[in-house]
């Protein structure tokens, strides 16, 4: 990698002076994470909150869960490249190592239109710098050893050259500032008395975003010249140069730093400030590492507040929006630091065990802290240099309970089977001299003095152990052979001097000995285990349970807080009080910030966890000292100076949205019907999460929430209609965003459509109309058709009723009467009357019962049995399974068969014609009428007179009936036949009829 890429060269002798090495809780990415390469010359933040990464291997994007590289022409999207920026279009461009500019739009690189231009002036540069955009949407590059190039939309062109070599310092919200280079290195052996001693004085120069290069003032010469600075606030820069730093305010320089040249590296520098006034300087070679100043006060007296990645080259550093901070290397990729406030000891940074366990302090002054493999550490606040207190040879056996600093004594105490007291530079056994009872020692898990400073106390497994300080003599003594234990899990004095106690089951209070008694009055979640008590400032108990969250008790007020306000754990074992109220409660799932917790006032807690840079969260254990907050972690000793700052909760970005498999683009979303299985794809930018981001979602805003940690969410087989997709991210203070909304339509397929309905409706109006018109006319039809049958049915009847059968039926009754057989006439005129009336009656009707029917046909029969003196017999047979008075037939459909038998079939016979009708139902829905005479056949009946087959005129009328029937829509059949004998000879006439059942109501 060329030098000439990196930031110039500075020394930073005293560095090397820092007594303790501290690190925070990084996350480190590298190509196995993804990263194209681990060279990383710079970064960069664009307006939606992606990080932009120039590596050695092309240019990334980040997401807090992938990086990703983009195609583009040959291989500048894997080659060396720079300075990312971003323009007002929102597209991201960088340049590459001939100083050609690309940028990246819709996922895709794109060479810059008019670098050709820079082809021409290649040979007359060394490198190009930086570029900048101008409002009239032109660009300018800053070319090293020609000047300033500004090249326009169209491809017109303009070079500022001054009469020096210029090259980039730094930029702020108005203009770049710039400066000579001066001399390079080599030249620096022969003019440097010459130029560090006489003053030689160095121009400074600014380009204006307007146009144009002034010279402002001219600066004392240190060594080479300088070549990199940064703006602290108005009108006030500090310069940087090989061999010394310069302050420059209002105009005049203030004042200025000098290195010796032996104690100057080659070393890549350049200098990012924060807020709060601090100043980041990465480091490569010698002192590799980005050191922290206070203040420009610090940085001018060479007073460094820290060393981050010491001993790793780095390239740059940059503060995003949320005030975590990214780290850029040559050779180890990319760092990222949630919370720069956090400062961390462990085994990188020289301590042998990273667990730590407990946790004292004396104050301002020093904070001890023992560790997991049980070694007691003791750390000088003001210097963070860390000493070790050796313990004895002897204590093969030594195990760490617990540590309490005695501030009134100035004594250590380390809890233990054997518990000591640090005094000096010596442990002292705290072996009580006068015991009551069986000799033992002080055996705690946790020791603390009494309010009045005339006792310790200490509690754990084996009880209460209470020792007198003055001399020593244990008053009280948990284990006593074998005598019951009673288990203590915390411990605290009251304001009044009385000692309170968490047993197993809740809240008591000592009564002397081993005696415990319910405190009388505690609220229900103080009946449960308590692992840890404290008074706050306003004597307020505060009470961390086993399963029941924090506990804050005062007289009357109470209250209780669980996960359910926003507590990561409902276990708390460790509590630390500001003075201010403000509680940090902890256990196995990080650390809380409590704050508005007292009566009236509004809570808020506040979770910090890994996601906000704890290295752990496993904490053990709490300490206020100096001006931090000490945490001892699984994973290291943390200190904590202020929060992490609380933000609002960053609405996911919708990534990408796939159809049926297919990418769609942002067009208007409105999809045909049976594209209708869709995937979106979403993330929020939230980078302390790293990638453990809880989502939710749903696609109508009346549907419950969905939730999960994927990134993807798929609807299959959606139904024609409007949606609105609905996606929320959850940040580490557990608060939901704001929804991002995609709302899109499915269309309905053609045949739901309203044009389609409408053409639908109106062509059923049309069928409707048309029906309505065929209708009417099928019902004029058949109006028609039974005024017909009606006509045919009355002509039936006056067929029947014909005048010579009349004449007949009368002449007969006149016979009876004139031999005087008045019985037989009465008889024959009943039975003609009655023929008459019905079939008057049943000639308006369509259907009647076949009851009715069959009345009809016996009287008619027995009137033409009385009229031809019992020359026939007949018979009448109807199927069992035919309901005589539901089921129905057209009226007076049988009789014209009858007729034909007797009149024409029974022609010539004297005596001895059978005639049998059949009524059955042989086929489901149909009824089949048999009508059956051994009469002379068929085709003998023909009319004496005209001379012609009678069948025409006696059968005709009931084939007519039978047609009409057909024609409105019933399914009929009608045969007639002679019936032979087994010689062939004629056996008489059979007819056949089958018509439709009729169902009456």
Known sequence: MPLRAIPTLIPLFFLS????????????????????????????????????????????????????????????????????????????????????????????????????????YR?????????????????????????????????????????????????????????????????????????YNNGICQPIAFYKRDGGIDTLYSLPMIGRGYSDGARLGPFHLVFRGIYGLLEWKNGKPARRLDFPPEQSPRTAVHFLRLRDGRIYIPTINKFAGLYVFRNVDS????????????????????????????????????????????????????????????????????????????????????????????????DADYYLNNLYFDT?????????????????????????????????????????????????????????????????????????GDIKQVRLSALTETPSGKLWAGLANGLHEWKGDMDFEPLPGRPAPLENKLLYMIWAPDSTLIAGTASGGLCFWKDDFFRQVTTEEGLTSNRVSCIAVEENGTVWASGNQGLNRISGWKEGE?????????????????????????????????????????????????????ESIWVNGEKIGPGDPSLPFDRNHLEFRYYALNYRQNGRIPYRFRLKPDQPWKEGTSTKTLFSSLAPGDYRFEVQARNEFGEWSESTVYPFLIRAPWWETALFRASGLALLLGAGFLFYRLRTSQLKARFALRKQLSELEQTAIRAQMNPHFIFNCLNSIQRCI?????????????????????????SGRSAIPLSDELAYLENYLELEKMRFKEKFNYRIEMDERLDLTKNGIPPMLVQPLAENAIHHGFAGMQEGGKLDLFFDLNKPGFLTIQVRDNGRGMEKQVDKKSGQNRELHALGLIRRRLDLLSASGEQVEFHIESAPNEDGSVAGTAARLRIPLVFLN
């Open 299 to 394: 940085l001018l007296a060479n007073r460094p507040d820290t060393c981050l990645l010491r001993g790793v080259d780095v390239s740059g550093a940059h503060i995003d929006r949320h005030g975590a901070l990214w780290v850029s290397t040559l050779h180890n990729g990319i760092f990222y630091l949630p919370n720069p406030e956090f400062s961390v000891w462990d085994k990188e940074t020289g301590l042998e065990e990273s667990s730590i366990s407990h946790l004292s302090a004396d104050g301002e002054k020093r904070l001890f802290f023992g560790s997991s493999d049980h070694r007691v550490f003791q750390l000088d606040l003001h210097s963070l240099q860390i000493e070790e207190i050796p313990r004895e040879t002897s």
């Open 17 to 120: 002076c820092l007594g303790v090495s501290q690190s925070p809780a990084w996350r480190n990415y590298t190509i196995e994470d993804g990263l194209p390469d681990n060279t990383v010359f710079s970064i960069m933040e664009d307006s939606e909150g992606y990080m932009w990464f120039c590596t050695d291997a092309g240019i990334c994007r980040f997401n807090g869960y992938e990086f990703r590289q983009f195609p583009g022409p040959g291989d500048v999207g894997a080659g060396a490249v720079y300075n990312a920026r971003e323009d007002e279009q929102g597209r991201v461009w960088f340049r590459t190592s001939p100083g050609y500019l690309y940028y990246v739009e819709r996922d895709t690189i794109k060479p810059w239109k008019w670098n050709s231009v820079v082809e021409r």
């Open 123 to 195: 040979g007359s540069f060394a490198i190009s710098t930086v570029f900048d955009f101008r409002e009239d949407k032109s660009i300018v590059l800053f070319m090293q050893n020609l000047g300033i190039l500004q090249v326009w939309p169209d491809g017109s062109e303009k070079l500022f050259e001054p009469n020096m070599d210029l090259s980039l310092v730094f930029e702020d919200d108005q203009q770049f500032w710039l400066l000579n280079k001066s001399f390079s290195v080599e030249e620096l052996g022969i003019f440097f008395d010459k130029y």
């Open 408 to 480: 009134l004594s100035q004594r250590l105490i380390a809890g233990s089977q054997n518990t000591k007291t640090w005094i000096g530079k010596r442990w002292e056994f705290m072996s009580g001299k006068e015991v009551v009872g069986p000799p033992a020692s002080v055996f705690a898990y946790r020791i603390f003095r009494s309010r009045d400073a005339r006792y310790y106390y200490g509690y754990g497994f084996n009880g209460l152990d209470v020792m007198r300080i003055s001399d020593q003599k244990i008053l009280n003594q948990g284990y006593q």
């Open 818 to 842: 004139a031999d005087n057989d008045a019985e037989n006439a009465m008889r024959y005129l009943a039975r003609f009357a009655r023929l008459v009336r019905s079939a008057l009656e049943l």
């Open 602 to 654: 509004t809570l808020l807690v506040e979770p910090i966890t890994i996601d906000h840079g704890l290295p752990s969260n496993q904490v053990n254990d709490l300490c206020m000292a100096g001006d931090a907050l000490w945490i001892a972690t699984g994973k290291g000793l943390v200190r904590l100076r202020s929060t992490p700052e609380r933000r609002a909760p960053l609405r996911p970005l919708i």
